[in-house]
């Protein structure tokens, strides 16, 4: 680790780091990468191996040979005043050392483009509003019609993410071919269901049922 090298080197020296840890600008997280530095602190006015005076955020070509040779191209300070016991020591000094910027980095490759689940928004016109309003009464109906649409699509592989009324409609989510097999059968003619464990059940249909016809006129 070139932290731990860092630290190897100022030992015994001027200076002496109180502590000097690896910084990334990407954290932990997905993004693997390399450190972008050391962030280090020591009881002094002056960085260890600090070879200029520092007046920029950034300052390049400001590191004696031993931090050089370790790959550090550039240093950033920050110095607070604090009391203490020992009169020699009137300060803390947070040191940056810089090594080469890294490529940028990137979001890793996705496995599969099945790893997100398809959504659907499937609404049945066919439903009145008593019946919609008996579905979300309350948990239980919630739970009970949420069931009897899985079933009849006949796909335990999708949820139902909610259910809502106006006319009749159902969000779900879930693999996208088992959500494409679920939308086609919605598609067939007089595609219905009930939810049975709600009494009197009731039944929701994808179509609106047809008016009857008009009786024929008595003047022909």
């Not at 690896?22 to 280090?40: E, I, K, R, T, V």
């Not at 259910?163 to 007089?190: E, L």
Request: hydrophobic content about 40%.
């Amino acid at each position: 680790d070139v932290c731990e090298q860092l630290t190897a080197a100022v030992q015994g020296g001027p200076g002496q780091l109180i502590s000097c840890q690896s910084f990334n600008y990407y954290g932990d997280g997905a993004l693997a990468a390399p450190p972008s530095g050391c962030h280090c602190s020591a009881f002094t006015h002056r960085c260890p191996f600090e070879a200029c005076t520092v007046t920029h955020a950034w300052e390049e070509n400001c590191l004696e040979p031993p931090a050089a040779a370790l790959g550090f191209t550039a240093l950033s300070k920050a110095w607070y005043e604090v009391r203490s016991i020992e009169e020699s020591v009137r300060g803390v000094v947070n040191c940056m050392y810089w090594l080469p910027k890294a490529r940028g980095q990137t979001m890793p490759p996705m496995v599969s483009k099945k790893v997100l689940p398809k959504y659907a928004n499937l609404r049945f016109e066919g439903a009145n509003v008593l019946d919609c309003m008996k579905a979300g009464w309350d948990e239980r109906s919630i739970a009970a019609t949420k069931f009897a649409l899985v079933t009849a699509l006949g796909e335990p592989s999708i949820t139902v993410f909610a259910i809502g009324c106006g006319s009749f409609h159902a969000t779900v989510y879930g693999p996208a071919d088992a959500v494409d097999r679920a939308k086609m059968k919605m598609f067939q003619p007089g595609f219905c269901f009930t939810v049975a464990s709600l009494n009197p059940p009731p039944k929701f249909c994808v179509s609106r049922p047809h008016a009857p016809a008009a009786a024929p006129s008595p003047f022909g």
